[in-house]
């Protein structure tokens, strides 16, 4: 079992690798990083251990290698935090050593203030270089005024060096997790609707009901990676001196398209819940079949919609594209006429529970009325 999963996990590594080489995307950003990182701590052993033959080398090349951040604002940010760090943290030590005179002393002194600066919630993951400072200059007694100056200037040059590779050498620009997150919501959704409306057509029960409100789930988890996805790409415009220099850069698409989706969510979430409060002993929706049949060519129209979105994403419309987008949404809209028509005729049980869906489905075409042609199309 342990040589099948080594297997799978080399299987997998090799297929990343593979994408990173032919394709762009995740696995190529990461390589890019992951070089980046490597380059900018060779190039700061070079200036600080090979040329300066500077004492201790060593702090040039590891604050270089833990700059190369996802973002020029995230590596500046880090880098002010860890030379404030290990500032702090060669002060506290030599202040110790000054007053006890014993190493095992001192850092008994030395690291609980070093630890609880760490924690800092401003500092984030970059607390570690607090206490590790202590302990690196205790245990190899670097104390003395010119010993601090130099951790402090190599530092320093470290962090410059790491910086700037990762500002003016193919910058981040975080745009694809934007792109692929927004492809997602209407990939989810186009799935979550086609499988209500097969459902709906062949008599759905309470475990179909089920299953949707765990689809419903998972697309919520989508939308908050979208927002984190935003997040992102907006820190990785801050301070990027090359956003608008690398090949093949592209706008950003607009936040109009996440609240779009949001809204989506919210009139498929309703239209679940309705469902899903039908399909206990006392199924209002069940029968007649005509109900049932035309919410399902509905839900089913919508699926379409939500699919040419997905498929269009990104790709320049022509009027066939929009045509086919309108025929769709036609098909939807003669559905939504034939429930509200039937509903004179129905039992008042099921009436309560028609209604309630006819309602929910007209706000969500009326969403797909007035975004017609925006999300993931640029005309």
Not at 185 to 193: C, D, G, V
């Amino acid at each position: 079992m342990r040589m099948r999963r080594l297997g799978w996990e080399l299987a997998a590594t090799a297929g990343s690798l593979r994408r990173a080489f032919t394709s762009a995307g995740r696995e190529r950003d990461a390589c890019v990083q992951a070089l980046k990182a490597a380059g900018a701590a060779v190039a700061a052993w070079a200036v600080v251990g090979a040329w300066w033959d500077a004492p201790m080398a060593l702090m040039a090349p590891w604050t270089a290698v833990a700059l190369v951040q996802g973002t020029v604002y995230r590596s500046v940010r880090t880098g002010i935090q860890q030379l404030a760090l290990i500032a702090a943290g060669t002060f506290l030590a030599a202040g110790a050593a000054m007053i006890t005179g014993n190493v095992m002393a001192a850092m008994a002194l030395a690291l609980p203030p070093a630890a609880l600066l760490g924690i800092h919630n401003r500092f984030g993951d970059q607390g570690v270089y607090a206490p590790t400072t202590v302990i690196f200059a205790l245990a190899y007694g670097t104390l003395s005024g010119e010993d601090m100056a130099h951790r402090l200037a190599e530092t320093a040059v470290g962090a410059v060096i790491g910086i700037s590779v990762n500002a003016l050498l193919l910058p981040p620009v975080h745009l694809r997790g934007v792109e692929e997150a927004l492809s997602a919501m209407a990939r989810e959704h186009s799935s979550l609707l086609r499988m209500m409306a097969d459902d709906l057509a062949a008599g759905y029960a309470e475990e179909d009901a089920a299953r949707w409100r765990g689809r419903v789930a998972q697309i919520s988890a989508t939308l908050e990676g979208l927002r984190n996805a935003r997040i992102w790409n907006r820190e990785s415009y801050r301070f990027n001196p090359g956003q608008r220099m690398r090949r093949g850069f592209r706008d950003v698409p607009s936040i109009d398209h996440d609240a779009y989706w949001e809204r989506f969510l919210d009139r498929t979430s309703a239209i679940v819940d309705n469902l899903a409060a039908a399909a206990g002993e006392e199924r209002g929706l069940a029968q007649p079949p005509p109900a049932r049949l035309m919410l399902a060519r509905l839900l089913g129209a919508v699926a379409d919609v939500c699919e040419w979105d997905r498929t269009r994403w990104g790709l320049h419309s022509d009027e066939a594209d929009l045509a086919r987008r309108d025929a769709a949404e036609d098909r939807a809209e003669q559905a939504l006429a034939r429930l509200k028509s039937g509903l004179a005729d129905e039992e008042p049980e099921t009436v309560v529970t028609v209604g309630a869906l006819s309602a929910s489905g007209q706000q969500l075409l009326r969403l797909l009325g007035g975004a017609s042609g925006t999300p993931g199309v640029r005309s």
